[in-house]
């Protein structure tokens, strides 16, 4: 319905110039940049760029703000991200029914927001429980685990007091992932 003519591509180098394009769009005449105002907010988020998406956001007319139950939901994602909600962020992306245009959008910001997250993980942590993992990325404990493992970035389990943590040890030359995990 609303952008269902752009189609985000997996390298995301476009974002910036999409940007560009619906920032001078929404300037030139802002009745007609009604239906870009999604696409504007997430391409936002996807670039990670949250001050600029709280001023577009402060910029929308309430009138649409009101009408346009889809915009909420992209905007209550971006709450999410700035107070770093990360299970919130994740439920919020998966409780709207989008539209077809809009859901690969937002596949596009989890992605994006999950390998951001899993970033910060490998260079804050050298230990992490996969219950928090889990959290962090989104995902169940399994899966967490066995998205984690093809990046080379773990390396072994270890367990302590019961309980499953993940060493993280930035060294994928040592052993493949296979070797480390289940």
């Known amino acids: 319905r ?78 999410n991200v700035w107070n770093k909600k990360y299970t919130e962020i994740y439920q919020s ?22 390998e951001r997250t899993f970033k910060l993980i490998s260079s804050a942590y050298s230990n992490i429980s996969t219950g928090d993992l889990a959290v962090l990325l989104g995902l169940g404990e399994q899966d967490a685990i066995t998205r984690a493992c093809p990046t080379s970035s773990f390396l072994a389990f270890v367990h302590v007091r019961a309980r499953v943590c993940v060493r993280l040890v930035l060294m994928p030359h040592l052993l493949p992932c296979s070797h480390a995990c289940p």
């Open 2 to 79: 609303y952008i269902a003519g752009l189609r985000p591509c997996a390298s995301l180098l476009w974002q910036p110039r999409l940007i560009q394009f619906v920032a001078f769009l929404v300037a030139e005449n802002p009745k007609d940049a009604l239906p870009l105002y999604g696409a504007q907010l997430l391409s936002y988020l996807i670039e990670n760029e949250i001050h600029y998406a709280r001023f577009l956001w402060r910029r929308i007319p309430k009138k649409i703000k009101e009408t346009d139950p889809e915009l909420n939901a992209i905007w209550t994602i971006g709450q």
């Open 93 to 114: 992306a998966q409780a709207y029914n989008w539209s077809p245009g809009t859901v690969l959008f937002v596949q596009s910001f989890v992605e994006k927001f999950r």
